[in-house]
């Protein structure tokens, strides 16, 4: 089986704070994935953060990991 350790530098979205994070990918597919996300939150603002990279370690993006948000349910009359 295959197994990665990941290991992800990045600037919180909140305080701007660099995160370090290491992730362990499992899986047969990690390696030629696209790209994951994953959510990873600030130790010290407790910013969600949610961060795409591949399995080689380099980001491709960090963005404000969305608390869920009601949607207006659309009356139907
Ligand atoms: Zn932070």
């Given at each position: ?23 362990q ?6 390696a ?46």
């Amino acid at each position: 089986m295959l197994s990665l350790l990941v290991c992800l530098k990045f600037l919180c979205t909140g305080c701007g704070d660099p995160i370090e994070a290491t992730l362990q990918c499992e899986g047969q597919g990690v390696a030629d994935n696209d790209g994951a996300a994953v959510k990873i939150v600030c130790p010290g603002c407790r910013a969600r953060n949610q961060v795409i990279f591949t399995p080689d370690g380099s980001i491709h993006g960090v963005m404000r990991a969305r608390t869920y948000e009601r949607i207006p349910e659309p009356s139907l009359n």
